[in-house]
């Protein structure tokens, strides 16, 4: 927490009134929409970033009015810094992870058989199905997007379907797999900041909106696929798979990659080791399956074949993997990667993070938070007011955790009060905080997705349908009082007399 700092008084720091919580608020809203004016979707290459971090300078400067110490406020930034270094790890570990995948020809052995199985009108549903199962085994939606989401991203131009809407696809079964996954960590970590309710309840207790929300999405999706116009073709598929073929030496064992990271996620081993040391594996394996490629990206014929493979490694993992094919369309498709291209992501992360930990710190989240917890006197309201706030803190601090980790804390009092049980806010909290997150540019989750999946935000968004659905459907049930659970005598939840119906097993093509 931020500490006095030299105001005379000997009190300590002054409570934050609404106007100092709103001041840096209205200053970031203010930035944001001026950047996105002026800017459009190139705002995210530097101009979201300097709004961030002015937005964290008035923030700071209300702190020190308050009598926070300039030493604190500096300090509560760094921390919040601090607190990104794994998912920062983790996305220049994806990064290297694609750079290598390209170059032992993973991905693109992937697009050559899903270019072959997925036919065009079921593409977008199968896309999300896929991701959807890739997530629950993972429990993350981070780990799903950035490497079947990467190959999904590529087969979309070939089979002529919009790549805004492939990536609201990947995004919405991402994200449907990492809420109903035991692995997630924000699954594991709201029940628990809740209290009274098992990882288990809280995933039971989803079903009720998860299932519905992600129905709707699916039926949507279908119908946008038997709609599209696939005369828009950029490539032939047989084209494409001749060019790839010409590139790649195409075979399953390039998929051997894609089991090693399933494996270990299985095995739980820390998603930075896991990602990275996957990355590592499949450089060398491109040494021996993909020579040729390897030959062709580094392009010095006198260095020889070791340490040619050396540097494609390296390369490949630090700036990118660079393709040769000719064809202009699967050139551009496939030379992607490398932590570097993750540097702007990363800034944007940084910026966000440190905006939300001083802003937190300092007490002004919270004091934006108290008027809709007094406002909150109903049961419905209760459950409604979650809602808001967690998608507010999603806008307003950028990070996931914070939209999960602050709701949870303040509506927990609140709702044993009026006797609701806890897993009425468990659910509530993920129903708009985890999954609200990739909606917005300048969030840690918007910025990674924008990041891996090459699309921006403002472009992906509106076709994310299950991270939009998920939320509605959790407020049509606050206003309805449908599946609302109470504490019966003892402190036990009290179940309505309502079965959960078994979700329709639907099996999506193998890619």
């Not at 979309?156 to 492939?166: H, N």
């Not at 699916?218 to 798979?241: C, E, H, N, P, Y």
């Not at 090459?454 to 994310?464: D, I, K, M, N």
């Amino acid at each position: 927490m931020l500490r006095a700092g030299g105001n005379g008084d000997g009190l300590g720091p002054r409570e934050p009134t609404l106007l100092d919580a709103l001041v840096p608020m209205a200053t970031l809203i203010g930035l944001l929409v001026l950047t996105i004016v002026l800017f459009g979707i190139g705002a995210t290459d530097g101009p979201l970033q300097v709004a961030l971090f002015t937005s964290t300078l008035v923030a700071g400067l209300v702190a020190r009015k308050n009598g926070h110490s300039a030493d604190a406020v500096r300090e509560s930034a760094i921390g919040g810094v601090s607190s990104a270094m794994g998912a920062i790890y983790i996305l220049l570990a994806v990064g290297a992870l694609i750079g290598t995948w390209n170059l032992a020809g993973t991905i693109p052995t992937v697009v050559a058989y899903g270019i072959e199985l997925l036919r065009p009108a079921i593409f977008y549903v199968a896309v999300a199905l896929v991701c959807a199962l890739v997530g629950m085994v993972t429990g993350s939606s981070w780990t799903t997007a950035g490497t079947l989401g990467v190959a999904f991203m590529g087969m979309a131009p070939i089979l002529g379907m919009s790549t805004t809407t492939a990536a609201g696809a990947i995004i919405s079964g991402a994200y449907v797999g990492d809420k109903m996954s035991p692995l997630s960590e924000t699954t594991v970590l709201v029940p628990s900041l809740v209290g009274g309710v098992t990882t288990g309840e809280h995933i039971r207790g989803m079903v009720w909106t998860v299932v519905p929300a992600f129905g709707l999405a699916s039926a949507v999706f279908l119908v946008l696929g038997l709609r599209a116009d696939t005369a828009s073709s950029a490539v032939d598929t047989q084209v494409a798979r001749d060019a790839l073929e010409q590139a790649f030496t195409i075979s399953p064992v390039n998929l051997l990659p894609i089991v090693l990271l399933g494996v270990l996620a299985v095995r739980k081993v820390p998603p930075f080791l896991a990602i990275f040391g996957t990355a590592v594996a499949t450089g060398v394996l491109a040494c021996f399956t993909q020579p040729d490629a390897v030959d062709a990206f580094v392009d010095d014929a006198g260095q020889g074949r070791v340490l040619d493979g050396v540097e494609a490694i390296f390369e490949a993992m630090a700036t990118g993997f660079v393709s040769t094919t000719g064809n202009e369309t699967i050139d551009q498709l496939f030379s992607r990667g490398g932590m570097a291209g993750m540097l702007t992501t990363v800034w944007l992360i940084l910026g966000a993070l440190s905006f939300a930990a001083v802003m937190e710190d300092a007490g002004l989240l919270g004091r934006l938070l108290r008027p809709l917890v007094a406002w909150a006197s109903s049961a419905r309201r209760l459950i409604a007011t979650p809602v808001a706030s967690a998608v507010g803190l999603n806008v307003v601090a950028g990070d996931q955790y914070v939209a999960v980790v602050l709701p949870s804390r303040v509506f927990r009092q609140p709702y044993a009060a009026q006797g609701l049980a806890p897993r009425m806010l468990s659910r509530t909290v993920e129903d708009s905080g985890t999954v609200t997150s990739p909606l917005v540019p300048w969030n840690s989750c918007g910025a990674y997705m924008t990041g891996v999946l090459g699309v921006s935000t403002l472009q992906y968004a509106p076709w994310a349908l299950f991270n939009w659905c998920n939320p509605l459907i959790a407020l049509g049930y606050a206003a309805t009082g449908f599946r609302v659970e109470r504490l019966a005598v003892g402190g036990r939840a009290e179940e309505p007399e309502e079965r959960v119906p078994a979700a329709p097993v639907e099996r999506p093509p193998v890619t």
